[in-house]
Protein backbone atom coordinates (compact mmCIF):
# COMPACT_ATOMS: atom_id res chain seq x y z
CA UNK A 1 0.00 0.00 0.00
CA UNK A 2 1.16 3.67 -0.61
CA UNK A 3 -0.22 7.12 0.10
CA UNK A 4 1.18 9.93 -2.32
CA UNK A 5 0.49 13.66 -1.16
CA UNK A 6 1.68 16.67 -3.72
CA UNK A 7 3.16 19.88 -2.98
CA UNK A 8 5.09 22.64 -4.81
CA UNK A 9 2.65 24.29 -7.25
CA UNK A 10 1.39 27.31 -7.82
CA UNK A 11 1.61 30.62 -9.80
CA UNK A 12 4.43 31.71 -12.15
CA UNK A 13 5.25 33.30 -14.79
CA UNK A 14 5.94 32.13 -18.59
CA UNK A 15 9.64 30.91 -18.54
CA UNK A 16 10.15 30.43 -14.88
CA UNK A 17 10.80 27.09 -12.55
CA UNK A 18 8.52 25.19 -10.19
CA UNK A 19 9.90 21.85 -8.56
CA UNK A 20 7.46 19.64 -7.54
CA UNK A 21 7.45 17.27 -4.63
CA UNK A 22 5.69 14.05 -4.13
CA UNK A 23 5.49 12.60 -0.11
CA UNK A 24 5.06 9.31 -0.47
CA UNK A 25 4.35 6.41 2.92
CA UNK A 26 4.17 2.66 2.36
CA UNK A 27 6.66 -0.09 3.26
CA UNK A 28 7.05 -1.23 -0.17
CA UNK A 29 7.73 2.00 -1.98
CA UNK A 30 11.47 1.21 -3.72
CA UNK A 31 9.81 -1.27 -5.16
CA UNK A 32 7.45 0.64 -7.15
CA UNK A 33 7.40 2.44 -10.60
CA UNK A 34 6.53 6.41 -10.45
CA UNK A 35 4.94 8.67 -12.90
CA UNK A 36 3.56 12.30 -12.88
CA UNK A 37 0.59 12.98 -14.84
CA UNK A 38 -1.23 16.20 -15.54
CA UNK A 39 -4.92 17.29 -16.30
CA UNK A 40 -6.22 20.12 -17.51
CA UNK A 41 -9.88 21.52 -17.49
CA UNK A 42 -11.98 19.72 -19.98
CA UNK A 43 -9.14 17.33 -20.88
CA UNK A 44 -8.05 14.19 -20.16
CA UNK A 45 -4.70 12.94 -17.76
CA UNK A 46 -1.84 12.69 -19.77
CA UNK A 47 1.29 10.84 -18.89
CA UNK A 48 4.37 13.71 -17.91
CA UNK A 49 7.75 11.56 -16.77
CA UNK A 50 8.10 8.23 -15.40
CA UNK A 51 11.19 6.93 -12.87
CA UNK A 52 11.39 3.16 -12.52
CA UNK A 53 13.10 1.44 -9.38
CA UNK A 54 16.34 1.21 -11.23
CA UNK A 55 16.49 5.20 -11.93
CA UNK A 56 15.62 4.80 -15.43
CA UNK A 57 13.27 7.81 -16.41
CA UNK A 58 11.04 8.62 -19.44
CA UNK A 59 9.35 11.98 -20.83
CA UNK A 60 6.59 12.86 -23.17
CA UNK A 61 8.01 14.39 -26.11
CA UNK A 62 6.77 18.20 -25.06
CA UNK A 63 8.84 18.41 -22.13
CA UNK A 64 11.93 16.60 -22.85
CA UNK A 65 15.13 19.39 -21.79
CA UNK A 66 12.72 21.05 -19.64
CA UNK A 67 11.48 18.86 -16.59
CA UNK A 68 13.57 16.34 -14.70
CA UNK A 69 11.70 13.80 -12.33
CA UNK A 70 13.54 11.96 -9.41
CA UNK A 71 13.02 10.21 -6.39
CA UNK A 72 14.71 9.72 -3.22
CA UNK A 73 13.57 6.57 -1.34
CA UNK A 74 15.47 6.97 1.68
CA UNK A 75 12.94 10.34 2.14
CA UNK A 76 10.75 8.72 -0.05
CA UNK A 77 9.58 11.52 -2.29
CA UNK A 78 9.59 11.58 -5.85
CA UNK A 79 10.11 15.48 -7.61
CA UNK A 80 9.43 16.89 -10.96
CA UNK A 81 11.59 20.02 -11.70
CA UNK A 82 10.40 22.00 -14.07
CA UNK A 83 12.21 24.85 -15.81
CA UNK A 84 11.15 26.84 -18.67
CA UNK A 85 7.60 26.44 -17.94
CA UNK A 86 4.74 27.46 -20.65
CA UNK A 87 1.10 28.25 -20.47
CA UNK A 88 0.20 24.85 -22.26
CA UNK A 89 2.04 23.64 -18.89
CA UNK A 90 -0.79 24.80 -16.76
CA UNK A 91 -2.48 22.01 -15.30
CA UNK A 92 -3.19 19.90 -12.16
CA UNK A 93 -0.12 17.71 -11.49
CA UNK A 94 -0.38 14.31 -9.67
CA UNK A 95 1.70 11.43 -8.90
CA UNK A 96 1.43 8.05 -9.00
CA UNK A 97 2.49 4.52 -8.50
CA UNK A 98 2.31 1.17 -9.70
CA UNK A 99 4.53 -1.81 -11.23
CA UNK A 100 4.66 -0.75 -14.82
CA UNK A 101 5.35 -2.13 -18.19
CA UNK A 102 4.98 -0.88 -21.79
CA UNK A 103 1.47 0.47 -21.52
CA UNK A 104 3.37 2.74 -18.55
CA UNK A 105 2.21 6.41 -20.72
CA UNK A 106 -1.57 4.65 -19.34
CA UNK A 107 -2.86 6.20 -16.11
CA UNK A 108 -4.68 2.46 -15.75
CA UNK A 109 -0.85 1.51 -14.89
CA UNK A 110 -0.57 3.14 -11.41
CA UNK A 111 -2.82 2.07 -8.78
CA UNK A 112 -2.09 4.50 -6.45
CA UNK A 113 -2.79 8.45 -7.11
CA UNK A 114 -2.20 11.85 -5.26
CA UNK A 115 -4.86 13.94 -5.06
CA UNK A 116 -2.82 16.35 -7.10
CA UNK A 117 -1.41 19.84 -7.04
CA UNK A 118 -2.40 22.89 -9.63
CA UNK A 119 0.05 24.66 -12.02
CA UNK A 120 -0.32 27.76 -13.39
CA UNK A 121 1.51 29.41 -15.98
CA UNK A 122 0.86 32.81 -16.86
CA UNK A 123 1.77 34.56 -20.47
Known amino acids: QVQLVESGGGLVQAGGSLRLSCAASGRTFSSYDIAWFRQAPGQERDFVARIRWSGLRDYTDSVKGRFTIDRDNIKKMVFLQMNGLKPEDTAVYFC?????????????????WGQGTQVTVSS
Open 96 to 112: AAGSTGSSYRGVSAYAY
